[in-house]
């Protein structure tokens, strides 16, 4: 597919509107963005923005990526592409997620991608359903970029949801290889049952649509005919981030409100959703 058009911008939400309708069948909101480290697209810190923010939105799970802890980590063994990530020690966890969680009283998984010596950044899965770390994954293409993807199982009315947080390379090459090892991860480990994959591709040329899509996975603004364009988020042109589902229905694209434009680099990507049977 084509790239988007850089003339049309995305419809940004009125704060005061409501995020979730009152409706009588259970939907499933999904909110994903990425953090970038918690500064304004101009660099500015505005992690307390953020914070306010989404403490505001009320979903069912959070798909975060960049987000960031100013904590000198211990030293960190080298893993190789496509091992699994043990866990942190206790120290490193505290982040900019975990406080999200802390005051909201979210269940929390967390995966740490990048270390450096002052910080470290990575991703996060928040739900305020029970929440079971399903495992991390090393999905680093190169050296030069530090990737990861987060696994999770929510439950949500009585059906179990899988919930995947990626964070993909740069470059073309390396993204496709990360898709393919996502989509045979999910094919080995998660055959079956719903299943939202979301988190900050780089994917403005769409590739991985079809990837998924042989998967029996909907991309949800594909497949709701609405160009999720999240980047630059001050003036969106591209589509960069992604969300995919298996076993649950979209049912609408949330606009983001008009103040995320100047807190990330990237506009949330939000949407509802039903699970299939519910």
């Known amino acids: 597919m084509s790239m988007a058009s850089p003339t049309r911008t995305t419809r940004m939400r009125n704060p005061d509107q409501p995020l979730i309708d009152t409706s009588p069948s259970p939907e499933f909101?999904?909110?994903s963005w990425n953090l970038h480290k918690g500064r304004?697209?101009?660099?500015?810190?505005?992690?307390?923005?953020?914070?306010r923010w989404v403490q505001s939105v009320h979903a069912d799970a959070y798909f975060l990526q960049e987000a960031m802890a100013r904590r000198l980590p211990s030293p960190v063994l080298e893993s190789s592409f496509g091992a699994p990530l043990g866990d942190p020690q206790q120290d490193l966890w505290h982040c900019q997620a975990t406080e999200i969680a802390e005051s909201l009283k979210l269940q929390i998984a967390l995966g740490t991608n990048v270390f450096k010596p002052s910080w470290r950044h990575g991703n996060a899965i928040l739900s305020p359903h029970p929440l079971d770390l399903?495992?991390?994954?090393d999905i680093s293409a190169h050296r030069f970029e530090r990737r990861g993807l987060l696994v999770a199982r929510a439950s949500f009315g009585g059906h179990p949801v899988t919930l995947l947080c990626a964070h993909l390379a740069l470059t073309r090459s390396a993204r496709l290889r990360q898709m393919?090892?996502?989509?045979?991860?999910?094919?080995k480990e998660a055959p079956q049952g719903?299943?939202?994959l979301a988190g900050d591709f780089n994917d403005w040329r769409n590739d991985s649509v079809p990837i998924f899509a042989e998967l029996g996975m909907q991309e949800v603004s594909t497949l709701?005919?609405?160009p999720?364009?999240?980047f630059p988020a001050f003036s969106p042109a591209l589509a960069l981030d992604k969300m995919f589902v298996r076993g649950m229905q979209p049912i609408a694209l949330i606009p983001p409100a008009q103040e995320t434009a100047w807190l990330s680099d990237h506009l949330p990507y939000m949407a509802r959703l039903r699970v299939d049977g519910a």
């Open 180 to 187: 393919n090892w996502i989509a045979h991860w999910i094919a």
């Open 29 to 31: 909101v999904a909110v």
């Open 228 to 230: 999720a364009r999240t």
């Open 134 to 137: 399903g495992g991390r994954w």
């Open 194 to 196: 719903p299943l939202v």
């Open 40 to 51: 304004s697209p101009l660099g500015f810190q505005a992690w307390q923005a953020m914070q």
């Open 224 to 226: 709701l005919g609405e």
